[in-house]
């Protein structure tokens, strides 16, 4: 079992900067694979960033890529988000995902463990 906290998110003007945390409970998890995705009003979760099951590479999503960092603090059990040039279409309830299964890793449906997410409105 993993309990997933966010934070971090909050009203910022376009081409601000965000850092949005994921505390998790488990002691093991810097074996657990994680990844961050988000969800807009009317529309379905979508990936944002992970790491490969090894941890050496991350992905992001094109609309993300070179805006976006994802990072983790193993000592913090915390992954990370760094999100810089925040455009309003970035505005979204963020969330935190955990221990992807053997499905695609930029698919909600592949991780068992979700946090509650958090808010980012980013006015224009």
């Known amino acids: 079992q993993v309990q997933l906290v966010e934070s971090g998110g909050g009203l910022v003007q376009a081409g601000d900067s965000l850092r949005l945390s994921c505390a998790a409970s488990?002691?093991?998890?810097?074996?657990?694979?994680t990844a961050w995705f988000r969800q807009a009003p009317g529309k379905e979760r979508e990936f944002v960033a992970t790491?490969?099951?090894?941890?050496?590479?991350?992905y992001y999503a094109d609309s993300v890529k070179g805006r976006f960092t994802i990072s983790r603090d193993n000592a913090k059990n915390t992954v990370y988000l760094q999100m810089n040039s925040l455009k309003p279409e970035d505005t979204a309830v963020y969330y935190c995902?955990?221990?992807?299964?053997?499905?695609?890793?930029?698919?909600?449906?592949?991780?068992?463990?979700w946090g509650q997410g958090t808010q980012v409105t980013v006015s224009s």
């Open positions: 995902a955990a221990e992807r299964t053997t499905g695609l890793y930029y698919q909600a449906s592949s991780y068992n463990y």
């Open positions: 790491f490969s099951r090894s941890g050496g590479n991350t």
């Open positions: 488990r002691r093991t998890f810097s074996s657990v694979t």
